[in-house]
């Protein structure tokens, strides 16, 4: 876990002072929206719900996701 976080505040850094933008694929959720702005949940290669991540519910994410 710890190496995660670390991973995440290299790119996030790296990020901020080049002014670069990322594609972070992850499977935790809770990770992912603490580092990014927006969101896309994918399910058989296709976008059903995006997003900025401080409006995200982790409810909706799931549901679709797995289709419920």
């Given at each position: 876990?710890?190496?995660v976080?670390?991973?995440?505040?290299?790119?996030?850094?790296?990020?901020?002072?080049?002014?670069?933008?990322?594609?972070?694929?992850?499977?935790?959720?809770?990770?992912?929206?603490?580092?990014?702005?927006?969101?896309?949940?994918?399910?058989?290669?296709?976008?059903?719900?995006e997003?900025?991540?401080?409006e995200?519910?982790?409810?909706?994410?799931?549901?679709?996701?797995?289709g419920?």
């Amino acid at each position: 876990r710890d190496r995660v976080k670390e991973i995440y505040r290299i790119l996030l850094q790296a990020s901020r002072e080049e002014g670069l933008a990322l594609l972070v694929v992850e499977q935790s959720v809770v990770q992912a929206l603490e580092v990014s702005q927006r969101y896309y949940v994918l399910r058989e290669g296709e976008i059903v719900l995006e997003g900025r991540s401080r409006e995200a519910s982790r409810e909706q994410i799931l549901q679709a996701y797995f289709g419920v």
